[in-house]
Protein backbone atom coordinates (compact mmCIF):
# COMPACT_ATOMS: atom_id res chain seq x y z
CA UNK A 1 0.00 0.00 0.00
CA UNK A 2 1.24 3.64 -0.68
CA UNK A 3 1.85 5.73 2.03
CA UNK A 4 -0.47 8.19 3.31
CA UNK A 5 0.45 11.67 3.60
CA UNK A 6 0.52 11.98 7.06
CA UNK A 7 2.34 9.10 7.71
CA UNK A 8 5.66 9.97 4.98
CA UNK A 9 7.47 12.25 7.76
CA UNK A 10 7.54 9.08 10.01
CA UNK A 11 8.52 6.89 7.13
CA UNK A 12 11.45 9.42 6.08
CA UNK A 13 12.50 9.78 9.63
CA UNK A 14 12.92 5.55 9.48
CA UNK A 15 10.14 4.92 12.45
CA UNK A 16 7.49 3.20 9.88
CA UNK A 17 9.02 0.68 7.05
CA UNK A 18 5.39 -0.01 5.49
CA UNK A 19 2.14 0.51 5.50
CA UNK A 20 0.22 -2.37 5.08
CA UNK A 21 -3.78 -1.56 5.38
CA UNK A 22 -5.93 0.77 6.85
CA UNK A 23 -7.81 -0.91 9.64
CA UNK A 24 -10.50 1.82 10.73
CA UNK A 25 -11.58 4.98 9.92
CA UNK A 26 -13.59 7.11 12.83
CA UNK A 27 -14.57 10.63 13.80
CA UNK A 28 -11.35 11.76 15.23
CA UNK A 29 -8.75 9.63 13.48
CA UNK A 30 -7.40 7.58 10.95
CA UNK A 31 -6.16 3.72 12.23
CA UNK A 32 -3.60 1.89 9.59
CA UNK A 33 -1.78 -0.94 10.34
CA UNK A 34 1.70 -0.61 9.77
CA UNK A 35 5.36 -2.38 10.46
CA UNK A 36 7.86 -0.23 12.35
CA UNK A 37 11.13 -1.61 13.32
CA UNK A 38 10.31 -4.67 12.77
CA UNK A 39 6.91 -5.52 14.41
CA UNK A 40 2.90 -4.88 13.28
CA UNK A 41 2.18 -2.03 15.36
CA UNK A 42 -0.70 0.54 14.84
CA UNK A 43 -0.50 4.06 13.55
CA UNK A 44 -3.41 6.17 14.67
CA UNK A 45 -3.29 9.53 12.01
CA UNK A 46 -5.85 12.26 13.73
CA UNK A 47 -7.82 14.22 11.90
CA UNK A 48 -7.91 17.85 10.96
CA UNK A 49 -9.89 19.78 13.36
CA UNK A 50 -11.69 21.42 10.57
CA UNK A 51 -12.25 17.69 8.77
CA UNK A 52 -14.19 16.41 12.16
CA UNK A 53 -17.17 15.48 13.41
CA UNK A 54 -17.14 15.17 16.77
CA UNK A 55 -19.11 17.97 18.78
CA UNK A 56 -19.39 19.41 22.02
CA UNK A 57 -15.40 18.89 22.48
CA UNK A 58 -15.92 21.76 25.45
CA UNK A 59 -17.97 19.74 27.49
CA UNK A 60 -14.57 17.06 27.86
CA UNK A 61 -11.89 19.35 27.48
CA UNK A 62 -12.91 21.77 30.54
CA UNK A 63 -10.73 21.29 33.23
CA UNK A 64 -7.38 20.85 31.12
CA UNK A 65 -4.92 23.63 31.57
CA UNK A 66 -1.87 24.46 30.69
CA UNK A 67 0.88 26.42 32.96
CA UNK A 68 1.64 29.31 30.41
CA UNK A 69 -0.65 31.95 31.23
CA UNK A 70 -0.06 33.61 27.65
CA UNK A 71 -1.49 30.04 26.28
CA UNK A 72 -4.03 29.91 28.23
CA UNK A 73 -5.42 33.30 27.13
CA UNK A 74 -4.84 32.59 23.40
CA UNK A 75 -6.98 29.52 23.98
CA UNK A 76 -9.45 31.27 25.83
CA UNK A 77 -9.78 33.98 23.37
CA UNK A 78 -9.89 31.32 20.08
CA UNK A 79 -7.36 32.76 18.09
CA UNK A 80 -5.05 30.88 15.44
CA UNK A 81 -2.26 30.24 17.78
CA UNK A 82 -5.07 29.29 20.85
CA UNK A 83 -6.69 26.83 18.35
CA UNK A 84 -3.68 25.20 17.29
CA UNK A 85 -2.87 24.51 20.97
CA UNK A 86 -6.18 23.51 21.81
CA UNK A 87 -5.89 21.16 18.81
CA UNK A 88 -2.06 20.05 20.71
CA UNK A 89 -3.43 19.51 23.84
CA UNK A 90 -6.17 17.49 21.99
CA UNK A 91 -3.92 15.02 21.06
CA UNK A 92 -1.74 14.45 23.78
CA UNK A 93 -4.90 13.81 26.03
CA UNK A 94 -4.79 10.37 24.86
CA UNK A 95 -1.25 9.85 24.68
CA UNK A 96 -0.58 10.99 28.40
CA UNK A 97 -4.19 8.99 29.39
CA UNK A 98 -2.17 5.90 28.11
CA UNK A 99 0.44 6.32 30.06
CA UNK A 100 -1.58 7.10 33.06
CA UNK A 101 -3.64 4.54 32.57
CA UNK A 102 -1.18 1.54 32.24
CA UNK A 103 0.60 3.01 35.22
CA UNK A 104 -2.99 2.34 37.19
CA UNK A 105 -3.18 -1.18 35.75
CA UNK A 106 -5.97 -0.91 32.70
CA UNK A 107 -6.21 -1.86 29.92
CA UNK A 108 -5.32 -0.32 27.35
CA UNK A 109 -2.85 -0.31 24.25
CA UNK A 110 0.85 0.44 24.96
CA UNK A 111 2.16 3.89 23.35
CA UNK A 112 5.11 3.37 21.34
CA UNK A 113 5.50 7.13 19.25
CA UNK A 114 3.68 10.14 19.18
CA UNK A 115 4.59 12.98 16.71
CA UNK A 116 3.89 14.59 13.69
CA UNK A 117 -0.10 14.17 14.85
CA UNK A 118 0.79 10.23 14.54
CA UNK A 119 0.70 7.62 17.40
CA UNK A 120 1.99 4.78 17.17
CA UNK A 121 0.82 1.79 19.46
CA UNK A 122 0.57 -1.71 20.60
CA UNK A 123 -1.69 -3.83 17.81
CA UNK A 124 -4.12 -5.61 20.06
CA UNK A 125 -4.83 -9.25 18.32
CA UNK A 126 -7.03 -12.01 18.95
CA UNK A 127 -6.49 -15.52 19.54
CA UNK A 128 -5.10 -16.17 16.10
CA UNK A 129 -3.06 -13.44 15.37
CA UNK A 130 -4.72 -11.24 13.96
CA UNK A 131 -5.75 -7.76 14.53
CA UNK A 132 -8.67 -8.04 17.22
CA UNK A 133 -12.34 -6.80 16.52
CA UNK A 134 -14.18 -4.62 18.54
CA UNK A 135 -17.33 -5.24 20.82
CA UNK A 136 -19.71 -4.62 17.95
CA UNK A 137 -18.52 -7.01 15.74
CA UNK A 138 -18.98 -10.27 17.94
CA UNK A 139 -21.61 -12.27 19.06
CA UNK A 140 -21.81 -13.26 22.75
CA UNK A 141 -23.88 -15.48 25.13
CA UNK A 142 -25.29 -14.46 28.30
CA UNK A 143 -23.03 -15.47 30.32
CA UNK A 144 -19.99 -14.33 27.99
CA UNK A 145 -21.62 -11.03 28.12
CA UNK A 146 -22.11 -10.25 31.69
CA UNK A 147 -18.59 -11.75 31.82
CA UNK A 148 -17.51 -8.71 29.17
CA UNK A 149 -19.67 -6.31 31.49
CA UNK A 150 -18.00 -7.59 35.01
CA UNK A 151 -14.93 -6.83 33.43
CA UNK A 152 -14.86 -3.27 31.94
CA UNK A 153 -16.42 -2.28 34.88
CA UNK A 154 -13.86 -3.06 37.02
CA UNK A 155 -11.45 -1.81 34.13
CA UNK A 156 -13.62 1.74 34.76
CA UNK A 157 -13.80 1.53 38.32
CA UNK A 158 -9.93 1.70 37.87
CA UNK A 159 -10.05 4.41 35.88
CA UNK A 160 -12.27 6.82 37.76
CA UNK A 161 -9.70 5.68 40.98
CA UNK A 162 -7.12 7.31 38.45
CA UNK A 163 -8.77 10.36 38.17
CA UNK A 164 -10.34 9.64 34.34
CA UNK A 165 -13.26 9.13 32.96
CA UNK A 166 -13.55 7.60 29.28
CA UNK A 167 -15.88 9.98 27.81
CA UNK A 168 -17.08 7.81 25.10
CA UNK A 169 -16.79 4.44 25.97
CA UNK A 170 -19.35 2.18 23.46
CA UNK A 171 -19.29 -1.06 21.85
CA UNK A 172 -16.64 0.90 19.34
CA UNK A 173 -14.10 1.48 21.44
CA UNK A 174 -13.36 -1.90 23.12
CA UNK A 175 -11.59 -4.64 21.28
CA UNK A 176 -11.98 -8.03 21.74
CA UNK A 177 -8.88 -9.86 22.16
CA UNK A 178 -7.30 -12.71 22.93
CA UNK A 179 -6.66 -11.92 27.08
CA UNK A 180 -9.86 -10.09 27.68
CA UNK A 181 -11.17 -6.72 26.41
CA UNK A 182 -9.10 -3.89 25.76
CA UNK A 183 -10.61 -0.21 26.15
CA UNK A 184 -9.57 2.19 23.20
CA UNK A 185 -9.95 5.94 21.50
CA UNK A 186 -9.53 8.08 24.83
CA UNK A 187 -9.58 11.69 23.24
CA UNK A 188 -12.48 12.53 24.90
CA UNK A 189 -10.73 11.43 28.52
CA UNK A 190 -12.08 13.95 31.04
CA UNK A 191 -10.60 15.08 34.54
CA UNK A 192 -13.15 13.28 36.76
CA UNK A 193 -12.21 16.18 39.97
CA UNK A 194 -11.96 19.11 37.91
CA UNK A 195 -15.08 18.53 35.08
CA UNK A 196 -18.49 19.63 36.17
CA UNK A 197 -19.67 17.26 33.51
CA UNK A 198 -17.91 14.57 34.50
CA UNK A 199 -20.32 12.98 36.47
CA UNK A 200 -22.79 13.23 33.52
CA UNK A 201 -20.18 11.70 31.19
CA UNK A 202 -19.69 9.04 33.31
CA UNK A 203 -23.33 7.90 34.02
CA UNK A 204 -23.23 7.83 30.15
CA UNK A 205 -20.77 5.76 29.68
CA UNK A 206 -21.52 3.05 31.56
CA UNK A 207 -25.70 3.27 31.15
CA UNK A 208 -23.61 2.75 26.88
CA UNK A 209 -22.37 -0.38 27.86
CA UNK A 210 -24.88 -2.15 30.24
CA UNK A 211 -27.26 -1.08 27.08
CA UNK A 212 -25.33 -2.70 24.36
CA UNK A 213 -24.53 -6.12 26.37
CA UNK A 214 -27.97 -6.14 27.52
CA UNK A 215 -29.19 -7.64 24.33
CA UNK A 216 -27.68 -10.86 25.36
CA UNK A 217 -28.21 -10.22 29.42
CA UNK A 218 -31.09 -8.98 29.68
CA UNK A 219 -30.74 -8.17 33.13
CA UNK A 220 -28.26 -5.81 32.80
CA UNK A 221 -30.45 -3.26 31.45
CA UNK A 222 -31.97 -3.13 34.51
CA UNK A 223 -28.02 -2.32 36.75
CA UNK A 224 -27.35 0.73 38.40
CA UNK A 225 -23.39 0.65 38.55
CA UNK A 226 -22.75 3.82 37.32
CA UNK A 227 -24.72 5.57 39.96
CA UNK A 228 -23.11 2.84 43.08
CA UNK A 229 -19.60 3.53 41.70
CA UNK A 230 -19.92 7.55 41.12
CA UNK A 231 -21.59 7.57 44.71
CA UNK A 232 -18.78 5.78 46.40
CA UNK A 233 -16.02 7.86 44.49
CA UNK A 234 -17.93 11.04 45.88
CA UNK A 235 -17.71 9.66 49.33
CA UNK A 236 -13.88 8.71 49.29
CA UNK A 237 -14.84 4.75 49.33
CA UNK A 238 -14.03 4.06 46.00
CA UNK A 239 -10.88 1.61 45.62
CA UNK A 240 -10.09 -0.62 42.26
CA UNK A 241 -11.17 -3.72 44.29
CA UNK A 242 -14.75 -2.62 45.94
CA UNK A 243 -17.21 -4.80 45.83
CA UNK A 244 -20.23 -3.83 43.86
CA UNK A 245 -23.64 -5.10 43.50
CA UNK A 246 -25.18 -3.27 40.95
CA UNK A 247 -28.27 -2.01 43.04
CA UNK A 248 -27.79 1.63 44.06
CA UNK A 249 -30.29 3.56 46.40
CA UNK A 250 -30.76 7.40 46.94
CA UNK A 251 -29.75 8.29 50.65
CA UNK A 252 -32.61 10.13 52.25
CA UNK A 253 -31.44 11.92 54.72
CA UNK A 254 -32.94 14.95 56.34
CA UNK A 255 -30.90 18.03 56.42
CA UNK A 256 -30.03 19.56 59.90
CA UNK A 257 -30.85 22.82 59.51
CA UNK A 258 -30.42 24.21 63.20
CA UNK A 259 -26.23 23.44 62.98
CA UNK A 260 -26.03 24.97 59.56
CA UNK A 261 -27.63 28.36 60.92
CA UNK A 262 -25.14 28.37 63.71
CA UNK A 263 -22.06 27.32 61.74
CA UNK A 264 -23.44 30.84 59.64
CA UNK A 265 -23.49 33.01 62.79
CA UNK A 266 -20.25 31.25 64.23
CA UNK A 267 -18.64 32.39 60.59
CA UNK A 268 -20.32 36.02 60.82
CA UNK A 269 -18.92 36.15 64.37
CA UNK A 270 -15.86 35.21 63.72
CA UNK A 271 -15.50 37.85 60.31
CA UNK A 272 -16.67 40.84 62.77
CA UNK A 273 -13.68 40.24 65.15
CA UNK A 274 -11.20 40.25 62.39
CA UNK A 275 -9.38 43.28 62.34
CA UNK A 276 -10.27 45.57 58.76
CA UNK A 277 -8.06 45.20 56.08
CA UNK A 278 -7.13 49.36 54.41
CA UNK A 279 -9.47 47.99 51.46
CA UNK A 280 -12.14 46.96 53.69
CA UNK A 281 -11.87 50.02 55.91
CA UNK A 282 -12.18 52.40 53.31
CA UNK A 283 -15.12 50.59 51.55
CA UNK A 284 -16.65 51.26 55.25
CA UNK A 285 -15.94 54.86 55.08
CA UNK A 286 -17.63 55.38 51.51
CA UNK A 287 -20.80 53.54 52.68
CA UNK A 288 -20.72 55.38 56.17
CA UNK A 289 -20.30 58.64 53.70
CA UNK A 290 -22.97 57.57 51.04
CA UNK A 291 -25.46 57.21 54.00
CA UNK A 292 -24.89 60.38 55.37
CA UNK A 293 -25.94 62.37 52.14
CA UNK A 294 -28.79 59.78 51.85
CA UNK A 295 -30.04 60.97 55.18
CA UNK A 296 -29.17 64.79 54.13
CA UNK A 297 -31.43 64.24 51.64
CA UNK A 298 -34.14 62.96 53.35
CA UNK A 299 -34.20 66.27 55.65
CA UNK A 300 -34.12 68.46 52.58
CA UNK A 301 -36.83 66.86 51.52
CA UNK A 302 -38.80 66.78 54.26
CA UNK A 303 -38.33 70.22 55.34
CA UNK A 304 -39.27 71.33 51.76
CA UNK A 305 -42.68 69.49 52.59
CA UNK A 306 -43.52 71.27 55.57
CA UNK A 307 -42.54 74.43 54.86
CA UNK A 308 -45.23 73.99 51.34
CA UNK A 309 -47.82 72.25 53.78
CA UNK A 310 -47.28 75.67 56.21
CA UNK A 311 -47.91 77.82 52.84
CA UNK A 312 -50.92 76.01 51.96
CA UNK A 313 -52.28 76.57 55.19
CA UNK A 314 -52.32 80.47 54.98
CA UNK A 315 -54.11 80.46 51.69
CA UNK A 316 -58.07 80.77 52.16
CA UNK A 317 -59.77 78.29 51.47
CA UNK A 318 -61.93 77.59 47.68
CA UNK A 319 -65.02 78.39 49.58
CA UNK A 320 -64.23 81.55 51.26
CA UNK A 321 -62.99 82.69 47.91
CA UNK A 322 -66.18 82.05 46.25
CA UNK A 323 -68.10 83.60 49.43
CA UNK A 324 -66.17 86.71 49.71
CA UNK A 325 -67.19 88.40 46.18
CA UNK A 326 -70.80 87.70 47.75
CA UNK A 327 -70.46 89.49 50.76
CA UNK A 328 -69.10 93.00 48.77
CA UNK A 329 -72.23 92.66 46.46
CA UNK A 330 -74.74 92.27 49.58
CA UNK A 331 -72.97 95.26 51.49
CA UNK A 332 -73.09 97.28 47.88
CA UNK A 333 -76.98 96.75 47.81
CA UNK A 334 -77.46 97.99 51.52
CA UNK A 335 -75.15 101.41 50.68
CA UNK A 336 -77.39 102.01 48.00
CA UNK A 337 -80.81 101.56 49.99
CA UNK A 338 -79.61 103.51 53.16
CA UNK A 339 -77.77 101.23 54.49
CA UNK A 340 -81.13 98.92 55.13
CA UNK A 341 -81.92 96.50 53.30
CA UNK A 342 -85.04 95.97 51.56
CA UNK A 343 -88.15 95.49 54.02
CA UNK A 344 -90.80 92.94 52.62
CA UNK A 345 -94.13 94.93 51.94
CA UNK A 346 -97.07 93.89 53.99
CA UNK A 347 -100.32 93.98 51.72
Known sequence: MHFPDPLLPLFHDGIIQEVIRPLMAGKEASVYLVRAKDELCVAKVYKDAKNRSFRQRSAYSEGRTVRNTRQQRAMAKGSRYGKALLEEAWQNAEVDALYQLHAAGVRVPTPMYYGDNVLLMELITDEAGEPAPRLWDVQLSSAEAKRVHTYIIRQVVRMLCAGMVHGDLSEYNVLMSGDGPVIIDLPQMTDAAHNRNSERIFLRDVRNLAQYLGRFSPPLLHSQYGK????????????????????????????????????????????????????????????????????????????????????????????????????????????RGGGQGDAPSKN
Open 228 to 335: EIWGLYQGGQLQPDSELTGRWKRKRQQADTESLIAEIHASAAEAQDRPLSSYQQKKQRKLAEAKAEADKALERAARRAEQKAAQEAKRPSDAAQAEKPRRRRRRRRRR
